[in-house]
């Protein structure tokens, strides 16, 4: 898996930062939703909004890593580090993001092992200023390492782990979080999250994945500015 990374990382480079998306494929996720997933994604990242901040002119450029997760050691590298240097950059790692297959697995749900993978990704991200890593979910961690005590390891002091609560739609997903994705929300606020301005953001199902990601986006990646006001609440849920 070393070697694997290494082989994927391009040689260093002034980068402002180094941004992993890791997207939920555990068993929960069916195919639709894995659509909507991946390419409300890359959506995302080619909305104005995004598309601006991440080619500001004069601005050292964002280095952007994707990958699937599921069970326990069950990870697939969608997008080894890329550069954000230029639009043609963003169109190639938006259009990867898109357009992967959905791996051939049904694992469980082990937030703590998609955390150690990230963390092995970032050893050898380009030499980036501000780390963060962007977890996106439907359920709880119910295999491997606690996602609260991987949060703790050295290797992820200094950096921002975010995360996106879905809720599932399917009649069996996490039945606890069936009627509201709050609990969830909860859940990685208490459990996942860490670090400098980590947050939580919500979409109340996969439907509404790309407006999330495109907000988690936003919040992510725009530099604080000191005094500004909270960003506002996701709207209320449609049901």
Known sequence: MAALLLLAAPAAAECRQALI??????????????????????????????????????????????????????????????????PAALE??????????????DGQTAIGSAMLFAEALLTVNPGCEVLTIDISGDGEN??????????????????????????????????????????LSLYFGERVIHGPGAFVERAWDYRDFEAAMTRKLLRELAPPL????APPAPPASPG
């Open 21 to 86: 998306l890791a997207l939920d494929v555990s068993a929960s996720v069916n195919a639709t939703e894995y659509r909507l997933q991946a390419e409300g994604t890359a959506t995302a990242l080619m909305s104005p909004a995004v598309r601006d901040i991440l080619l500001e002119p004069g601005a050292p450029p964002v280095a952007l890593a994707a990958f699937l997760w599921s069970g326990v050691g069950e990870h697939t590298l969608v997008l080894p580090w890329r550069l954000i240097d230029g």
């Open 92 to 105: 190639t790692a938006a259009a990867r993001i898109a357009t992967v297959p959905r791996p051939p697995n």
């Open 142 to 183: 119910n295999a491997g390492p606690l996602p609260e005590v991987v949060r703790l390891r050295p290797g992820l002091a200094g950096v921002t782990i975010n995360a996106l609560a879905v809720r599932g739609d399917l009649p069996w997903d996490h039945e606890d979080f069936r009627t509201h994705v709050g609990a």
């Open 226 to 229: 000191l005094g500004a006001p």
